[in-house]
């Protein structure tokens, strides 16, 4: 178990430019989750996927965003035409999906937009 | 709909002082609750869960978390702080149920400060 990985740590991008976002989960795991933080504030949920399937958005997560999990390991989350206010910590997390089941969260990738 | 809240954005205890942090939730069942905990530059640890049975539950790092269903509240708490324990808390509510996908639902978080 070497834990939740995410690539890369920091991304200092301009407005308008995209951006994605790699996040490798524990390897047994079949849900992965995306979160978004902002400063000050506690995590907020963007999607969740079971194994390759996307079941859930959030409506936080605009057009302009997009998620994929093709394979059911790593998953990809991409930012088109970013604006400064997509500045924040983009959070991934993986679980087993069983009953009471505890999120993993790997360290965030936090994106700066100028 | 779901919500958490943490009532003290802000906290500051001598080394060596107990540690109480609140947490309130709003959902129609019993959810499944969590305590995390988030060094700066670092991802979520959880400290805790409950999902059922005795309702006090320890965690990692002398941690120890009460659910009080008729309170709506899940507090954090320690006996002794140490220095090492300054970080940001996040309580976080579950939902629970056949069609759950298990997303979080986090409070803003409260940020613990320990004076030497």
């Known amino acids: 178990d070497t834990g939740v990985s995410q690539d890369p740590r920091h991304k200092i991008t301009k407005r308008g430019q995209n951006v994605t976002f790699r996040c490798d989960p524990i390897?047994?795991?079949?849900?992965l989750y995306w979160y978004r933080q902002t400063l000050g504030q506690g995590p907020e949920f963007l999607t969740y996927?079971?194994?390759?399937?996307?079941?859930?958005k959030s409506r936080l997560l605009s057009d302009r965003f997009s998620a994929e999990r093709p394979k059911g390991s790593f998953s990809t989350l991409e930012i088109q035409r970013t604006e400064q206010g997509d500045s924040a910590m983009y959070l991934c997390?993986?679980?087993?999906?069983?009953?009471?089941?505890?999120?993993?969260f790997g360290p965030g990738t936090r994106l700066l937009v100028l | 709909a779901q919500s958490v809240t943490q009532p003290d954005i802000h906290i500051t205890v001598s080394e060596g002082a107990s540690l109480e942090l609140r947490c309130n939730y709003s959902?129609?069942?019993?959810?499944?609750l969590f305590w995390y905990v988030q060094s700066p530059g670092q991802g979520l640890q959880l400290l805790l869960k409950?999902?059922?049975?005795?309702?006090l539950v320890q965690g990692i790092k002398g941690f120890e978390a009460e659910f009080k269903r008729s309170q709506s509240s899940f507090n954090l708490r320690k006996p002794s702080v140490h220095w090492s324990d300054a970080a940001e808390y996040f309580c976080?509510?579950?939902?629970?149920?056949?069609?759950?996908?298990?997303?979080?639902?986090f409070g803003q978080g409260t940020t613990l400060q320990v004076k030497p």
């Open positions: 976080a509510v579950g939902a629970t149920g056949s069609s759950n996908t298990g997303k979080l639902i």
């Open positions: 409950y999902f059922s049975g005795d309702t």
């Open positions: 997390a993986s679980s087993s999906g069983q009953p009471g089941e505890t999120q993993y």
């Open positions: 959902y129609g069942a019993t959810p499944y």
């Open positions: 996927f079971q194994n390759e399937a996307q079941l859930e």
């Open positions: 390897s047994e795991h079949n849900r």
